[in-house]
């Protein structure tokens, strides 16, 4: 008679069980991953899937001829881009810190350029269904940019919309 099971039926559970499809209820359905950082004092997050790096801001060269909201320009190994500070771009009050440290590279197939921010909070996953479709406050141009806000007030951007926005995106030349 034979005390326990043996290696090779072990073995077949352990496969079964890693088989299986994980079971959906145990965490969030449609959870999103998102990079959260701060503004002028308030919370701001975007989806880690338009987030190719974060880096420190630095050797910022301004250009000449450009809205407000652009910066400058960067050379990131190599790579020359743009950026924008959308704490203009949104109109925000010119609080925080004084020093806008942080670049958070935003990347898309057609468009790749880097923001600033006073601060950068960490990751965490978010619920989708629980975002809330804006706050009375959120009004401005904002508003335009927003994938929802979650129930502790971290505005959640839509980076595919400031990706493909042509706000963004410069097109003036200068007349010789």
Same mark, same amino acid.
């Given at each position: 008679m034979r005390q326990g099971k043996s290696e090779q039926e072990i073995l077949k559970a352990r496969a079964e069980a890693?088989?299986?499809?994980? /079971?959906?209820?145990?965490g969030p359905r449609d959870a999103l991953e998102v990079v959260e950082f701060v503004?002028? !004092?308030?919370? !701001?997050?975007?989806?880690?899937?338009?987030v190719r790096e974060i880096q420190p +801001?630095?050797?910022?060269t301004p250009l000449p001829c450009t809205p407000a909201h652009v910066r400058g320009i960067v050379n990131l190994r190599?790579? %020359?881009?743009?950026?924008?500070d959308i704490k203009r771009f949104f109109d925000l009050p010119e609080k925080g810190l004084p020093d806008l440290n942080k670049v958070i590279v935003l990347q898309a197939p057609s468009m790749e350029f880097g923001i600033l921010a006073d601060a950068i909070a960490g990751t965490?996953?978010?619920d989708r269904g629980a975002l809330q479709a804006s706050l009375p406050t959120l009004t401005d141009i904002r508003a335009d940019y927003l994938k929802g806000?979650?129930?502790?007030?971290?505005?959640? +951007? /839509?980076?595919?919309?400031? +990706?493909?926005?042509?706000? %963004?995106?410069v097109h003036e030349q200068v007349n010789a």
């Open positions: 890693l088989a299986r499809s994980p /079971d959906t209820a145990a503004l002028a !004092y308030e919370r !701001y997050a975007i989806e880690t899937v338009f +801001l630095r050797d910022l190599g790579e %020359i881009l743009s950026i924008v965490r996953m978010l806000v979650t129930s502790d007030r971290v505005v959640v +951007l /839509d980076g595919a919309r400031l +990706l493909s926005d042509p706000k %963004i995106v």
